[in-house]
Nanobody, 119 residues
Framework: QVHLVESGGGLVQAGGSLRLSCAAS??????MGWYRQAPGKQRELVAT???????NYAASVKGRFTISRDNPLTTSYLQMKSLKPEAPAVYYC???????????????WGKGTLVTVST
């Protein structure tokens, strides 16, 4: 069984930075990623990272967000900079035993952490 626990969310001013963490317990996690969901909207991809370290970003965050992971592949980080004043969103960590995260996210999800960017 895999458990994912996100942390690091909170309130930040526009233009500021925030780093999210996702701690994974369980075995054989390979691909990890982050999705977010604002009220009334569908959950959307933010960033993914494969076991080989290849990354993929949503166009809206490219250049501002950086996804990374540690060895032995138990924690994923999402460094967010130049945050824009948008509606609050819950950021979810996702993971999978596949080498690359499947479309729509992995088989495992955390409960999410709320990020609010104020003007």
């Amino acid at each position: 069984q895999v458990h994912l626990v996100e942390s690091g969310g909170g309130l930040v001013q526009a233009g500021g930075s925030l780093r999210l963490s996702c701690a994974a317990s369980g075995s054989s996690i390979r691909a990890m990623g982050w999705y977010r969901q604002a009220p009334g909207k569908q959950r959307e991809l933010v960033a993914t990272i494969s076991i080989g370290g290849s990354t993929n970003y949503a166009a809206s965050v490219k250049g501002r967000f950086t996804i990374s992971r540690d060895n032995p592949l138990t924690t994923s980080y999402l460094q967010m900079k130049s945050l824009k004043p948008e509606a609050p969103a819950v950021y979810y960590c996702t993971a999978d035993r596949s080498w690359v995260l499947p479309p729509g996210g992995g088989n495992y999800w955390g409960k999410g952490t709320l990020v609010t960017v104020s003007t």
